[in-house]
Every structure is written in C-alpha cells, then in structure tokens.
Nanobody, 132 residues
Framework: QVRLEESGGGSVQTGGSQTLSCAGS????????????MAWFRQAPGKERERVAS???????TYIESVKGRFTISKDNGKNILSLQMNNLKPDDSAMYYC??????????????????????WGQGTQVAVAS
C-alpha cells in the first residue's frame, strides 16, 4: 500500500521561506514514484481545499495563480520525495498542506494528466503558519 508522509511545516514570518517534503513508500513496483502524478493541496480553516501545485511524470508543473513565482514543486525520483519550496510566504498561505498521488498500474502509461478525483493516495498533512 502506498504511503505518503509530509514534513517540513511549522511557523514562519511573512516573507520567509519553507520547504515541504512528501516521502512516498510502499510502491508495488520499481519506478512507480517516477511514473506518478503528484500534487500539493492546502486547506485553511473555513475554506475549501485547493490544489496549490502539481507535477506529472514528464515533469509538467502547474500552480494556482496566487503562488506563481513564489512556490516551486519538484520530484526526486531517486529518493521518492516530492517537495514544495515556498518563498515570500504570506499570511494567506497559512493552511494544512497535503500531498497526493496518482500511481499508475505497472503496465499502464506513466501519468501525464489527471483530475483531482483520480488522486488515490493522500498524506496526513503538515501545518504551515505564516505570522504577519
């Protein structure tokens, strides 16, 4: 069973930086992480969950408008780690951050596009608090 575990959250001042990591494990075949689509989501109290950034098997990335130029999503396929580098943090970035993954079957195609509802695996989340 695939397991995703986030780390790196905490408190930071406005304008500061933070890097979130998501370690993947439990894959049923070698190379599954590299062939996966993955994403970072966040949810603040009283707000809807939103997809912050995503990355596909061919390293195509997407970002919501509010984080473009400040956040960078990346994958280390050798270590099975998804990262989110966050710079120039703002109070509105405060939220619980989750990583999620779509892992294709062993004989299926590497993931290049996905819908949020296809993300099968989720981590438990890591809290980010940006003080004003």
């Amino acid at each position: 069973q695939v397991r995703l575990e986030e780390s790196g959250g905490g408190s930071v001042q406005t304008g500061g930086s933070q890097t979130l990591s998501c370690a993947g494990s439990g894959y049923s075949y070698s190379g599954a992480f590299a062939r996966s689509c993955m994403a970072w989501f966040r949810q603040a109290p009283g707000k809807e969950r939103e997809r912050v950034a995503s990355i596909t098997a061919d390293i195509t990335t997407t970002y919501i408008e509010s984080v473009k130029g400040r956040f960078t999503i990346s994958k280390d396929n050798g270590k099975n780690i998804l990262s989110l580098q966050m710079n120039n943090l703002k109070p509105d970035d405060s939220a619980m951050y989750y990583c999620a993954a779509l892992v294709p079957s062993k004989f299926g195609r590497a993931c290049r596009t996905f819908r949020d509802e296809e993300l099968t695996y989720w981590g438990q989340g890591t809290q980010v608090a940006v003080a004003s």
